[in-house]
């Protein structure tokens, strides 16, 4: 039986390839100052998956407590399978994160969240509030960015 490597082990890679790839650009293009627009924009690009990197590691590490039913780092997609709150045992919550682009920009990124609460012993569906799937969206991209940031400045 052949092993294959985890996501994240996946990620680690292509992330560390990334930062080899820059490494490599900054000694080729020399310390000129005119550089480092160019290097950051290699940065926000260089990936071994289908999407942005940076924004595939937030959208993983933002949702890991919840379960998750499919992720596809070519196509973007993250999925969760119905979260419930042991705090509030009465609302779950299931999560669609799609990564639309290779850049580290807010349009490339898209969530779609459901909520449903209990009545009885059926799960009724319910709106979600769109300040929670704006702050779940604010919290990925912030973590992005953060990611980006310590691997250029690495």
């Known amino acids: 039986m052949t092993t294959r490597p985890s996501i994240s082990a996946t990620i680690v890679r292509g992330l560390a390839a990334g930062v080899l790839v820059i490494a490599a650009t900054g000694l080729v ?15 926000s690009k260089v990936t071994t ?3 942005n990197a940076y924004l595939w ?8 407590f919840m379960p998750l039913v499919q992720t596809d780092s070519n ?3 993250v999925v969760t399978d119905w979260y419930t709150n042991p705090r509030n045992p009465g609302e779950r919550m299931k999560v669609t994160v799609s990564i639309l682009d290779q850049d580290l920009r807010a349009d490339a990124l898209r969530i779609a ?7 009885g ?4 569906d319910a709106p979600v509030q769109a300040a929670t799937v704006q702050k779940l969206e604010d ?16």
């Open 113 to 119: 969240a459901s909520r449903q609460v209990a009545q």
């Open 75 to 77: 196509g973007g997609v």
């Open 29 to 43: 293009s020399g310390c000129s100052k005119k550089a480092r627009p160019q290097l950051d924009l290699a940065a």
């Open 49 to 51: 998956i289908g999407v």
């Open 139 to 154: 919290i990925i991209l912030t973590k992005a960015r953060d990611l980006r940031r310590q691997t250029i400045q690495g």
């Open 121 to 124: 012993s059926n799960w009724i």
């Open 57 to 64: 590691r937030a959208t993983l590490e933002t949702l890991s």
